[in-house]
């Protein structure tokens, strides 16, 4: 049987790096991790890189989402960042963003950084530039205001740059054909 090798250990002279990985022919096609046939044409040239393609594997649970369902995540994720919480005895809400940004300087970037990604997934609904550009204004102002100590984190709380990005995101996708 020829595929004995697969099922038994070979001797150490014969297990080198180059007979394992580039000595033979492989024995039967190369298959992928989600089970397709890789070419042989791909696998005699050399190594031109690594990339990742997630537009095309299960790797990306996003990927085959609608625009009305990717709307719908970003409102959640801007509702958890912004109105989340109400603060006992009043009715005043406020989100994970103000927690983090009690962290100086550090909380105020990493809340930034999240309003900066939901500003990059509207550009990548289609927004244009004139809508991103009032959005990045609105986290251009919190994150600037926030980062006075106080008075920035009660800003913060009570500007919602989140809320008001998912506003303009809708409004503008409300006026657009579907």
Known sequence: MQNDDIYFRKPAHARTAGAAFG?????????????????????NGSFQGFRFDFGHSSANPFGTLTREQRLARLDA???????????????????IDGIIRLIPVVGDLVASAFSLWLVREARSLGAPWHVTTRMLANVALEG???????AGDAFDVLFRANMRNMRLLRRWMERQPR
């Open 77 to 95: 994720i801007a509702r958890l960042l912004d109105i989340a919480f109400i603060l006992p005895g009043t009715n005043i809400r406020y989100g």
């Open 23 to 43: 000595g033979g022919q492989p024995h039967g096609p190369v298959i992928d991790q989600e089970g397709r046939e890789i070419p042989a044409d791909p696998l």
């Open 144 to 150: 600037t205001v926030g980062m006075v100590p106080v």
